[in-house]
């Protein structure tokens, strides 16, 4: 693909200013040399103003959510793209965050812009464990592990029985519970279905994927050994 139109798809800007970029002399390879809009380059090879472009089609990063931003690129309110350089929003393909984290839960939250990649992830079939840490408005009763390990937890409106979850208990009001599925509100109306009331839901883990030390807010780009890491 011509740089121009590859520069562009990063969403640096409409093609005709990139075109005016390539006029300033401002795209280079990492020697120095001019490029033009018409060459056909690796991305990884160009600069822009010296400096290396975003990475190329098929990203992959994470990003530790905070509570308050959603998981849309038009809702009203703070957006998790608002978190990322502005210029992401604008990449063709899309950038797609893999699954949604409501408003109120923080965490490990995934975003690429490989559709393939993203349906490995989401999809069922696959059993990618996700894991959240809930703190509860009540203390639990002790019959909650069982009944969420059963496999026949019916939530409401709903047609067919939660897959067998995992509860492991830190403390009475404090769990961590791993589920292979992405229902709406899952973790929050699992919580609900067994009496209790979810104050704080946090995403520690997605798979053998975890946060490690990332900030809140921050994000990193991941390689091929994190995404490998997702389907351990
Ligand atoms: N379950 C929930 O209730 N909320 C999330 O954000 C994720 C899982």
Known sequence: MKLLRVIANLGYGSRKHVQQMF???????ATGDVLYADDVRDPRDVRLDGEPLDPPQGLILMLNK????TCSTKDAGRLVYDLLPSRFR???PV?????RLDRDTSGLLLMTDDGTLLHRIISPKHH?????EATLARDLRGDEAAIFASGTLMLENETTPLAPATLDVVDPRHARLTIT??????????FAAVGNHVEALHRSRVGGLDLDALPSGEWR????GDVARIFD
């Open 95 to 99: 950038l797609s965050t893999v699954g």
């Open 66 to 69: 905070p509570v308050g931003y």
């Open 128 to 132: 990618v464990p996700k894991v959240y």
């Open 23 to 29: 006029r300033e002399g401002r795209l280079t390879d």
């Open 90 to 92: 604008a990449r063709d």
């Open 181 to 190: 599925e992405g229902r709406y509100h899952q973790v929050r109306r699992m």
């Open 221 to 224: 780009a991941l390689d091929e």
